[in-house]
């Protein structure tokens, strides 16, 4: 009974070592994803990222919901920014405390949108590790029986195996991780300074709104 449980259990094992590699092979094919992802992201959008948020805020003090528009269009934000604030500044005629519920509306939105994408990488430099480490272990369990039977050619071939997944596994995590940090990195200070301009220009409006009224 003992004999039949171990070597169902080796079956098993045995078997799961080609989906093992599959699954490395579509990691790395991903982490090289992320990669061509992260430089696109770099030369087509973060390169025309260039404005300075005490600036930005220098300039829209005294501003109409027009002169806001005209100025963001042209100030080098990123697009999605611009939209966001965008959808903020033409809502000027609603009440203060619905203008407020929409600006952490419009930032809940941005903050889920590269959540999204922070998400993706994070879970690929968790998992693969683990699938290396896999792909390390189960050839070695044939490795040495081959070794006790003095088959060195099967002994070596089994090593080759697990030191190929181990290293395709270890990349695979660190790029991955390498693209999470940066990424977290990027989006946070994006998020600080789309908040700081949204409190801003409620502040703005608000003012403006309050002179209107008393004309």
């Avoid at 093992?20 to 990222?49: K, N, Q």
């Avoid at 990123?78 to 203008?99: C, F, H, V, Y």
């Avoid at 977290?184 to 409190?199: A, P, Q, S």
Wanted: with cysteine.
């Amino acid at each position: 009974m003992g004999d039949v449980v171990k070597s169902t259990l080796r079956a098993v094992t045995e078997a799961l070592q080609i989906p093992t590699i599959i699954i490395l092979l579509l990691l790395i094919a991903i982490t090289i994803f992320l990669l061509g992802s992260i430089l696109v992201e770099v030369f087509a959008d973060r390169r025309h990222l260039k404005a300075s948020i005490p600036k930005v805020i220098d300039d829209i003090q005294g501003m109409g919901a027009s002169q806001l528009q005209m100025y963001f269009k042209k100030c080098p934000l990123l697009n999605r920014q611009k939209k966001a604030l965008g959808e903020l500044i033409t809502r000027d005629n609603l009440p203060d405390n619905s203008r407020e519920a929409l600006a952490r509306q419009l930032l809940y939105n941005e903050q889920e949108h590269y959540d999204k994408r922070t998400k993706f990488s994070e879970v690929i430099a968790k998992i693969a590790p683990m699938f290396g480490l896999l792909g390390t272990l189960i050839p070695l369990g044939p490795g040495l029986i081959a070794l006790g039977q003095g088959d060195t050619k099967t002994l070596s071939e089994s090593l080759l195996i697990a030191f190929d997944t181990t290293v395709a596994g270890l990349i695979s995590g660190a790029v991955a991780f390498v693209i999470t940090a940066i990424r977290n990195r990027w989006y946070e200070k994006y998020m600080v300074g789309l908040e700081t301009i949204m409190e801003c220009i409620l502040d703005v409006q608000d003012l403006r709104g309050k002179k209107n009224a008393d004309q």
